[in-house]
């Protein structure tokens, strides 16, 4: 099997390229359709796009000196140099000093369209123009077309820099590990225990005789030994075994029938080689440990794509993958990972339904991508995507209603969370027209970007219009909330926390509501609970974002250190404390419906990253960067942030902050009850109220407040 | 190798079914990247659209006794009976008795995903539905989404009525056809002469040695011979020889290097399995020999589509496949034949460009549609095909201008015709107006019998507002002709023979100016002359339209007669009388750029049976027909016409008409110079004028007239 590192950032002198979004739309079909249900194929129910099948590398060139390229393809391809067709399919080639034109066109439906040509100065990489219609007819004379329209694309790529690395090969690596516990099973077979969450294919040695293996999965051991009803499982014959799948599990149970039998058994465990560029550490072991136990989730849920869950679904959700995105730019800062992961959810138009069907998926499409730009700086990504979002944008302009707002029509899944109880999903739901106002920002932003001024304009114009009603039709001062949703152009009693936590981080309500909704909304226990860790992470955001670090701090121990005290080895898809016993492993109407190993379960890496250690970007790639440290009840902490030009630094306790940086500028920010603090490696400077900022530039920044 | 004959109209009770138009599209780009120029890949030019790579095949069944089925798919699968999934990939499964809903899922990107069902009354077929996003999403409580919204469609469906007839593993068959000449060449080599203009792989026996043979292939001789320019060749390694592909030859010239050698070459020759059900024969043995020709030519470029020619680019052409429709009309009635090829031109939404890149081929795709449901009745397949008429017009009406006109736009190719001079393509030209009329008022029919009022009315008033245009914009009553364009709002004074030979036949004219086009534009050599069989054919249905068959036989003896006296086999891509020896080869600045078998270049076919045969359908599937015989100045002629009921046969000498019909009912009609002409089998009505018409009904129609 292949190995490949994803190491984000890397750019080589060749690699592997493709039309922009193709590679990742090809391998994103593999993966999504990997998900089995009891033994059976278990694909997605939304349209599946895929990649064009014939498409146009090209690069003018201006050589000093002729020079000799090798050219390698996956496809059938021809060769044209200054217009002219080479004979056959030519491996190598002699390009001449002087002013060229190359051309290579490849043909492929099986797998994606590919080129790796490595020359002296002449290198496939991403400065290379690809089109899937080059439009080159040729007149009756011999005289070629007009192409002035031909769209052109720079070539789509990642990390596949060597010839023999081809894209269409690419495997997760493996390696073995053993089982921590085997034991036998009244009744017969044997359940093997691996200690922990993992993922990976199980491997029998010296597998004999006649008969079936059979192999049932669990996360819990609860699962792995209810044959009838765990979630995945595998039937394999002794004398004509075929290769078994990747599943997700702790626990397995082995039964054979027959004269089948194997000697022992282990596995092959799959990862993303991810490096933990993030880390923290607190005087709070409990702490520590939801911070590893996330860390390890995120791992183990960041594949091929940013997936949901490795037991259950294995899609890619856009709602999921948005928390994904903002944890991995506290842990892994994979920025490959982020934008195959958008390229696959977007898919390739016509637009036919929401992203994943989900209305507000597609809204946290486009808000993940405004995520990606603020962290990365990555402009000609969004260059490159900016038509998508468009006929997405169009999409979405297309199913509004009379009053400019979304409502769910047939066929649109108005999602919202998992929830503990009735969530109305009629008329005009605050919460989508919430994240809708920030898509088209957001579009708004990309407009400009992507050297759209008209289009800048327009969606700005839309956002500040819907942005205008939000207060009038939804605000209710009775209650001090926004209400859940208007039915007829009625607004309902019911409040929910769904858009008021959004409200409150998008920074759409001025002083005085923000603090209304802290008690009227998120402190008040009549309000529908979220169970979910995804809405979870917006709650605590929430509270965050209103300085509630200390009583965040409370929530987290008391949630995910709940999860740990049932046993957590990753986090849930959904944890409702007060379930009990088997309770915690059932959903969807099935006893082990829960995923135990969900990506939004690790949302305390991007919290504790952001809002205690405080590092965020405030312009875009950590051009200029805040550090606003918070202890939030904690006797010290400590950590590194990843950032484009390395990492941040900090270190506080109750007296003490150290901050370095390892490029870009921006202020460490505290709090000191001294008039005068005493600072290293920088100067205080007083903004009053208690607040003082110290300018970072490099070295490290000592405070003693 | 599989063969499968591809007869019309037969449905088995059992078929391979796919998603509409995405076996076509799989299988179109399969040929259209077979076509090499000198030993290069040579794909097209413009997008290649692919099969969606997840569908869902549904039935909803209603069984009086439980049964067994067959399942056959080419993909990973799953199957759901009443929404349960089962276990695997089942191959056999038991249906119970009731009313239940069967669902199987395929996944598949090298093929298309299809399926194949057997059963006793279960069978898949046209009645299933196919999607490719079923949009069912599980709620929280496993209660599954409203699907109302989704959009199913009837199954796609050729004749592979057996599970081992895979539709990947289509080919068509093949024999072995031995050459009629080999000689040795001076110099070297040898060269076969296979008789006649053939299609195939050429096969060497007991190939031995060290070094390669080169085979170069020729329509022609001197093609052949002409290594260095010939169009297409190959090279063969004698100790590791690799499959030839197909190529299109008469002549091939054999050279051996090092110690490579053989004993002896044949051909395989493939062709596309058809019954030539019309027929043609009259006292002129050339125009025997012409239509004989003229078959011959559509069998070869009669293949899995309609393609444009055999040698060179073996695309597939819109403006080329329309005139391939009309002649298959009078030859083979290969309706699959002819959906096919609409779906593999028509592509999948988005439209990015024109069809083929070219204006003009986008219109002919929307009149071909017209003419395929005149012809053969079929509405469901226009029903199918509806929704990518919408948006291809949708593309089309994006590209209007002020005037409501459409003018080519960067990108656009405007091709009108090859032409022996210059062909001004700016502005508004009056040809693309004419078949944007008449697109126009397809798409108002096609509305209609897709049930879309509403679009109807809009496409009825588009066409009727262009085309209240037309006269007032380019009449120029001093030529009496329309003129060519119209740039900036001024009519040009070039006339061309285009727009005012469409005119005519589309009943655009009043009857004064359709009678002084004939002298002003059809008749007159100062006009630029047609050098292509192409528009000729356009050129001859109008004269036959204004009832000058005696002339356009002239004219089709001295031109097809021409090109036969040429040593031609196959009719050619065009063809001046006045070219000289090497010159009839040479095209596109290339000694052999001409293909010299290509499908335009055989309407005869179409001329003889529409227009001096004389039948014609009126209404839909030849519900009602029109029997015209004209002699033009033959002695007698005797052929049949294809009917979806059967054949109409018809006989005509100086004297007597005699015609007969399988099924359908209409008239025949015939000018008389006696008051009561003699008829036996039916009874003539005067249409006063010397017109009469008799209704034929079945049995056979025999006038003395």
Not at 145 to 168: C, R, V
Not at 329 to 334: E, K, T, V
Not at 400 to 410: C, F, I, K, P, S
Not at 438 to 446: A, P, R
Request: net charge neutral; proline share 4%; with cysteine.
């Amino acid at each position: 099997m292949l190995c490949l590192v994803g190491c984000a950032l890397t750019l080589s002198a060749q690699t592997w390229i493709w039309y922009p979004g193709d590679y990742e739309l090809w391998l994103g079909n593999e993966m999504n359709n990997r998900r089995t249900e009891r033994g059976a194929f278990f694909p997605p129910f939304w349209k599946m796009d895929s990649h064009y099948v014939l498409v146009e590398f090209s690069k003018a060139l201006d050589l000093k000196s002729a020079e000799n390229i090798d050219i390698a393809v996956e496809g059938r391809y021809n060769v044209k140099l200054d217009g002219k067709l080479l004979y056959g399919q030519p491996s190598t080639l002699l390009l001449p000093a002087g002013k060229h034109q190359l051309n290579i066109k490849v043909y492929n439906t099986a797998t994606v369209p590919a080129l790796f040509v490595k020359g002296t100065t002449v290198n496939s990489d991403a400065t290379w123009r690809v089109t899937f219609e080059d439009k080159e007819w040729i007149d009756e004379s011999g005289k070629a077309s007009d192409t002035s329209a031909t769209h052109y694309a720079q070539a789509g790529h990642w990390n596949f820099n060597e010839a023999n690395l081809t894209p269409s090969n690419f495997r997760l690596p493996t390696k073995q590990q053993q089982p921590v516990k085997t034991e036998p099973v009244a009744g017969g077979g044997q359940l093997l225990d691996f200690g922990k969450e993992t993922f990976g294919t199980i491997c029998l040695d010296n597998l004999r005789g006649e008969g079936n293996i059979c192999l049932y999965y669990g996360e819990s051991r609860e699962e792995a030994l209810d044959t009838l009803y765990c979630e995945t499982l595998d039937r394999l014959s002794a004398s004509h075994p075929t290769p078994l799948s990747t599943k997700a599990f702790r626990y397995v149970y082995l039964t054979a029938s027959g004269t089948a039998a194997y000697d022992s058994a282990y596995m092959l465990y799959e990862y993303m080689p991810e490096t933990y560029l993030g880390s923290f550490r607190s005087n709070d072991e409990e702490l520590n440990r939801i911070w590893d136990v996330g860390a390890y989730t995120m791992h183990l849920t960041t594949r091929e794509f940013f997936i949901d869950g490795i037991k259950r679904d294995r899609w890619v959700w856009s709602g999921d993958a948005i928390q994904s995105y903002l944890m991995n730019y506290y842990l892994f800062f994979d920025n490959d990972a982020v934008k195959r992961t958008i390229w696959l959810l977007r898919g390739k138009d016509p637009v036919t339904s929401h992203t994943n069907t989900i209305m507000d998926y597609t809204f946290y499409w486009f808000l993940s991508i405004y995520d990606y730009y603020l962290y990365s700086g990555d402009v000609d990504f969004i260059r490159q995507l900016y038509p998508r979002m468009q006929t997405l944008m169009a999409y979405v302009l297309g199913r509004t209603n009379a009053d400019g707002m979304v409502e769910g029509l047939a066929g649109d899944w108005v999602f919202v969370d998992w929830a503990d109880g009735y969530l109305d999903k009629k008329g005009e739901l605050s919460f989508e027209q919430v994240l809708f106002c920030k898509s088209l920002e957001t579009m708004s932003l990309c407009s400009q970007l992507a050297g759209d001024q008209q289009g800048a304009k327009q969606y700005a114009d839309l956002a500040a219009s819907l942005r205008a009603k939000l207060i009038p039709l939804f605000w209710d001062p009775q209650q001090q909330a926004l209400v859940h949703n208007r039915i007829g152009g009625k607004q309902s009693r019911t409040v929910t926390r769904y858009a008021n936590m959004f409200a409150v981080f998008y920074g759409y309500l001025d002083a005085d509501k923000q603090q209304a909704i802290k008690e009227s909304v998120l402190y008040n226990d009549s309000i529908l609970k979220i169970t979910t860790p995804y809405m979870r992470f917006y709650e605590l955001e929430a509270l965050c974002a209103l300085g509630e670090q200390t009583r965040v701090m409370q929530e987290m121990k008391a949630y995910w250190g709940g999860m740990l005290r049932q046993g957590a080895t990753t986090f849930w898809e959904k944890y409702n404390p007060t379930d009990r016993g088997r309770e915690h492993l059932a959903m969807y109407g099935r006893p082990y419906g829960k995923s135990l190993c969900h990506a939004w379960g690790a949302s305390p890496l991007y919290l504790l990253g952001k809002y205690y250690l405080g590092v965020r970007p405030l312009k875009a790639g950590y051009e200029e960067f805040a550090v606003t440290p918070v202890l939030g009840g904690l006797k010290w902490m400590e950590g590194d942030v990843p950032t484009p030009q390395g990492k941040i630094h900090v270190y506080m306790d109750g007296r003490t902050i150290k901050a370095s940086t390892d490029g870009g500028s921006g202020y460490l920010y505290f709090q000191s009850k001294k008039k005068q603090p005493k600072v290293s490696g920088g100067v205080a400077e007083n903004l009053g109220q208690g607040a003082f900022r110290v300018k970072m530039t490099g070295g490290e920044v000592t405070v003693r407040y």
